[in-house]
């Protein structure tokens, strides 16, 4: 079916047939819902909702702009006066950091599959203010010093918002600039496991990002909703290594890395809602756009003026993301409602690629790389329905199947063009036990997102490797099994729990293509998955003002690997990360105090030839201290680093591919010292 057709015609069902949703989300039950009042917050001397939302007892915030392919799949877990946000980069988590916290009314904590928004399911909160027609201002600034780099002053943030009748609005200025070091020995021995060179190198990494965004909000008597929002962001990222070669038997020489980006994206979004018919029909829209040229640089050569080799990587990429959508919503009667929704995207990405090399000194020369002058377009369109029911006072029903139909296409050194159509959707139940538990269980029928850049090949000349395009790359599916529980301790706190079961088909991972090789599909992979956000209130135990908060996740996974036949973990993937935070607000003072450590590890990265894996260890720590009323303003100073946290790589080759002999690796742990960080914010 031609995607123009498909698009269209779905557009049609949903404004002309009925259901799909209002994203003004029907209230729950108080039964139904946890909800916390601005002075549940106060010990935290909070400025804006997101300080607010983060202290949730067991909540995490996810991510609006998760990699899931368009709206229809989105993951955010926030809603703001019952809606989602109609944005991605600019999504909800920073919506909150513009509302200030003197218009928050409360905190509602739901089950998403009690709503009338399809595919939400899972613990939800539901930011409610009051739209009070005054102006409020927040502020943000942090300076950093670390070992080996110069400290950074500029990390800030500031935000206002207000409201007059039916408009509200809200801008946000903020710099977020990254720094990183490390330094130490490399080792290199061949395939006996004799030493053949050291290295002594010294990395550092300088980055900048600065964006302005905002939103505007337009609610009149008449029952129509409108919002639109905005970001622009800009961003330059070098990083340089310097090494001290030494050779066993050899001459001493240098090697010289520099890699550069200088990007600017900007994000576009906007939704219309109001009464069509016995319902409610919603418009969105989203449009995004990235600029993103990158330079490596790569010399090398001996002291004794032997053995220059130069090399350098031109890039420039073009993305962009463009949606429509459409979504109808109607309910019958109390506790059930129908719903129609319709999606047509429009995703691109464009490559321009150079790679010059010289030899001894000798001028550059251009070397050809095959698809890396290439653009890959997809259309998409989606029609998706959706039925919702109270099966009981305490069990909940939600339904949603549909289809997805794609086109994609490559142009430039690879002229490619397929079409896809592939079934979707889900079934969540949840029962609410108890007023202190509720059980939750989806099944879920999904299609991945791509990365563009899985179609273009590229070089990495530090390594001395390169990836090839692959144009024949498709999405992976799955069917996904989600059981959560959602525990409430009352004066105890509150713990979510997730197993997740994954059964994969076209798993993305590293495949041979041709003579050389790149990112593939494989047929199928399983995944298992633990998930936990939990908060423990430790007064009870005579630890007053004091909480602990753990959350993590856990992964295993399984494919078989495309090189040897055996069975391996998919190429990459995350085996765990955890952030664990105790905090005590000292009681009947201003001063607060807290530890946090946080860590991850990830499966080694599968080539055809080599496996290499980058490690930071042991776990991150760092130490604060907080002052809420500096002259009325919130002070904190951190130490950070406290356990020597360690960069580590290791990498082997062989030949003549992972299923040979050894014949070289290679690995370094390098130290990046203590960090030191001191931080002001207020409101105004």
């Known amino acids: 079916m031609p995607f123009r057709s498909l698009l269209l015609g779905s557009l049609a069902v949903a404004a002309l047939a009925g259901p799909a949703i209002a994203q003004e989300a029907t209230p729950a039950s108080a039964a139904d819902r946890n909800v916390f009042q601005p002075a549940d917050f106060s010990q935290y001397a909070p400025v804006t909702a997101l300080d607010m939302v983060r202290r949730v007892p067991g909540f995490a915030i996810l991510s609006d702009d998760s990699g899931q392919r368009g709206f229809g799949q989105a993951r955010g877990n926030v809603l703001i006066n019952g809606q989602r946000v109609s944005a991605k980069s600019n999504g909800a988590e920073a919506a909150l950091g513009r509302i200030a916290a003197a218009r928050v ?77 490390d330094a130490g020995w490399r080792n290199i021995w061949d395939g006996t496991g004799t030493l053949i060179e050291r290295r002594d190198e010294d990395f550092t990494s300088i980055q900048d990002n600065v964006s302005v965004s905002g939103s505007l909000s337009w609610k009149p008597p008449s029952g129509v909703i409108a919002n639109l929002n905005a970001k622009g ?28 980006e200088d990007e600017w994206n900007g994000e576009l979004g906007g939704d219309y809602e109001f009464g069509a018919g016995p319902g409610r029909l919603k418009l969105i829209g989203l449009a ?12 090398s050569g001996n002291l004794d003026g032997t053995g220059r080799f130069d090399q350098v990587f031109l890039q420039t990429v073009d993305e962009g993301e463009y949606i429509l959508r459409t979504e109808y919503a109607m309910s019958t009667k109390p506790g059930v409602d129908w719903q129609v929704s319709a999606e047509g995207a429009f995703n691109t990405l464009e490559a321009e690629t150079d790679l010059f090399e010289a030899i001894g000194g000798g001028p550059l020369v251009e070397i050809p790389l095959g698809l890396s002058n290439s653009r890959v377009e997809e259309r998409r369109g989606e029609v998706i329905f959706t039925h919702g029911r109270k099966l009981s006072p305490k069990l909940n029903l939600q339904i949603s199947a549909g289809a997805e139909y794609s086109e994609l296409s490559q142009t430039g050194d690879a002229e490619n063009k397929r079409e896809f159509t592939r079934p979707k959707g889900q079934a969540t139940l949840s029962w609410q036990q108890s007023d202190m538990l509720k059980l939750v269980g989806k099944v879920e029928r999904r299609v991945g997102q791509l990365n563009f850049f899985d179609f273009i090949s590229s070089v990495n000349l530090d390594q001395g490797s390169g990836v090839d395009g692959n144009p024949e790359i498709v999405p992976n599916q799955s069917w996904r099994l989600n059981l959560e529980a959602q525990k409430d301790f009352k ?79 998919i190429n990459a993937h995350l085996i765990y990360d955890y952030n664990l935070e105790l905090r005590q607000d000292v009681p009947n003072t201003d ?20 496996v290499m894996l980058r490690e930071n260890e042991p776990a991150f720590s760092f130490a604060y201290v907080e002052h809420k009323d500096v002259a009325g303003m919130t002070a904190r100073v951190a130490f950070g680093n406290l356990f020597d946290q ?39």
């Open 233 to 260: 962001q800009i961003y330059e990222g070098n990083q340089k290594q310097i090494s001290k070669t030494f050779p066993v038997g050899g001459v001493e020489g240098r090697r010289f890395f520099t890699s550069s």
């Open 591 to 610: 001063w607060a105090w807290g530890l946090i450590v946080e860590g991850f590890k990830q499966e080694p990265q599968y080539r055809i030839s080599e």
């Open 646 to 684: 360690r960069d580590k790589f290791w990498r082997q080759q062989y030949a003549p591919d992972r299923s040979g002999t050894l014949v070289r690796s290679e690995d370094y742990s390098r130290g990046f010292g203590p960090i030191f960080t001191f931080e002001l914010k207020g409101k105004f």
């Open 491 to 569: 004066d105890w706190g509150a713990s979510t729990v997730r197993l997740i079961f994954v059964e994969l088909e076209d798993v993305i991972d590293q495949v041979p293509i041709g003579t050389g090789a790149g990112p593939g599909n494989i047929d199928s992979g399983k995944l298992f998955a633990l998930e936990t956000n939990s908060t423990m209130k430790l007064s009870k135990l005579g630890f007053a003002g004091a909480e602990l908060t753990f959350n993590g996740r856990y992964f295993d996974t399984e494919v078989d690997d495309p090189v040897t036949g055996q069975r391996r973990s």
């Open 105 to 181: 009314v409360r905190i509602e904590v739901l089950e998403g599959s009690q709503l009338e928004i399809p595919g939400l399911s899972g613990k939800v909160v539901n930011v409610v203010t009051d739209g009070v027609g005054t102006v409020d201002g927040s502020w943000r600034w942090k300076m950093r010093v670390r070992e080996d780099l110069p400290p950074s002053f500029d990390e800030f943030n500031v935000s206002l918002s207000g409201a007059k009748d039916a408009t509200s609005w809200t801008l946000e200025a903020s710099g977020n600039p990254g720094r990183g070091a």
């Open 288 to 299: 995004r756009y990235e600029h993103s040229p990158y330079t490596d640089v790569f010399r």
